[in-house]
């Protein structure tokens, strides 16, 4: 049974991941390198719990009483009495592998270890710890306080109570979490990447202005952000990062990065968070 649970990164993404498991009544473990990345963590939940708050959201609770689950940290050996720990750090295999392989010698042997990666393989990262069966992919959608799907990925020697557990946990915290086999890209973003990537080539290629890229898929497809705006809030490098996960994972053309998006990563334009992606931001 889950009772605590453990958040390795505090970015956008583990920060969100500690908020929901809060709300839910876990109570949570939140670490990160250093101390001003932990601090930037609880800040961006102050904030979004605040929001909530403000939409009457947080199911009779106050800001205070869903922080009050979370504890902080800076040390892994934090995470020692965690019964589900989740991986969000860069989307980098060798980092990841080499940050699972300390985990597994701190948490218990019955704990389940979860990465959020959007695109490296489940089988991979396992096998960098003595608990491929207790080990799966928990891959959250940003914002992760508002959206509901929770894509479940399980690799070769996941086990069934894993995934049971796992979905219980999802569900839990409100999510609608739904189970995929570990293929490169999972299905969200085998999906969706090859997706953003000929937008990007119909930019490269002159076929049309960003705006008007975005506002044909926008209006005819009824998607509620275009590709390009899409990427930007995604970041340039982690779509990059995925589609070499898709290609060198299938060996397929089709999966060829566009030239523009390397080049935009090349200039660090990166999207929304350096302030200039496929569109300038304040």
């Given at each position: 049974?889950?009772?605590?649970?453990?958040?390795?990164?505090?970015?956008?993404?583990?920060?969100?991941?500690?908020?929901?498991?809060?709300?839910?009544?876990?109570?949570?473990?939140l670490?990160?390198?250093?101390?001003?990345?932990?601090?930037?963590?609880?800040?961006?939940?102050?904030?979004?719990?605040?929001?909530?708050?403000?939409?009457?959201?947080?199911?009779?609770?106050?800001?205070?009483?869903?922080?009050?689950?979370?504890?902080?940290?800076?040390?892994?050996?934090?995470?020692a009495?965690?019964?589900?720990?989740?991986?969000?750090?860069?989307?980098?295999?060798?980092?990841?592998?080499?940050?699972?392989?300390?985990?597994?010698g701190?948490?218990?042997?019955?704990?389940?270890?979860?990465?959020?990666?959007?695109?490296?393989?489940?089988?991979?990262?396992?096998?960098?710890?003595?608990?491929?069966?207790?080990?799966?992919?928990?891959?959250?959608?940003?914002?992760?306080?508002?959206?509901?799907?929770?894509?479940?990925?399980?690799?070769?020697?996941?086990?069934?109570a894993?995934?049971?557990?796992?979905?219980?946990?999802?569900?839990?915290?409100?999510?609608?979490?739904?189970?995929?086999?570990?293929?490169?890209?999972?299905?969200?973003?085998?999906?969706?990447?090859?997706?953003?990537?000929?937008?990007?080539?119909?930019?490269?290629?002159?076929?049309?202005?960003?705006?008007?890229?975005?506002?044909?898929?926008?209006?005819?497809?009824?998607?509620?952000?275009?590709?390009l705006?899409?990427?930007?809030?995604?970041?340039?490098?982690?779509?990059?990062?995925?589609?070499?996960?898709?290609?060198?994972?299938?060996?397929d053309?089709?999966?060829?990065?566009?030239?523009?998006?390397?080049?935009?990563?090349?200039?660090?334009?990166?999207?929304?968070?350096?302030?200039?992606?496929?569109?300038?931001?304040?």
């Amino acid at each position: 049974m889950v009772k605590t649970i453990g958040v390795v990164g505090a970015g956008q993404m583990g920060a969100g991941i500690a908020q929901v498991a809060a709300q839910a009544g876990y109570h949570v473990v939140l670490v990160d390198l250093k101390d001003e990345y932990v601090a930037k963590g609880v800040a961006t939940i102050q904030k979004s719990l605040g929001k909530l708050a403000e939409k009457g959201a947080l199911a009779g609770m106050t800001p205070a009483d869903v922080q009050g689950r979370i504890r902080t940290g800076t040390r892994n050996a934090e995470l020692a009495g965690c019964d589900l720990v989740v991986e969000a750090v860069v989307e980098n295999a060798d980092v990841k592998r080499r940050l699972f392989a300390e985990l597994d010698g701190i948490v218990g042997q019955r704990a389940i270890l979860a990465s959020n990666t959007s695109s490296i393989p489940i089988t991979l990262l396992a096998a960098a710890t003595k608990r491929a069966d207790r080990f799966i992919g928990m891959h959250f959608m940003n914002p992760v306080p508002l959206m509901k799907l929770v894509e479940v990925i399980r690799g070769a020697d996941t086990s069934d109570a894993t995934l049971a557990t796992v979905l219980e946990v999802a569900r839990k915290m409100g999510k609608q979490p739904h189970a995929c086999r570990d293929f490169p890209g999972f299905v969200s973003n085998r999906v969706l990447l090859p997706m953003i990537n000929e937008a990007i080539f119909c930019l490269h290629e002159g076929v049309g202005a960003p705006e008007d890229i975005d506002a044909i898929m926008k209006l005819g497809m009824n998607h509620p952000m275009g590709p390009l705006q899409l990427a930007d809030f995604i970041g340039l490098d982690t779509c990059l990062a995925i589609l070499n996960v898709l290609y060198d994972g299938f060996k397929d053309p089709k999966y060829r990065p566009c030239p523009l998006l390397v080049q935009k990563v090349q200039a660090g334009h990166l999207g929304k968070k350096s302030g200039r992606g496929f569109y300038t931001y304040a």
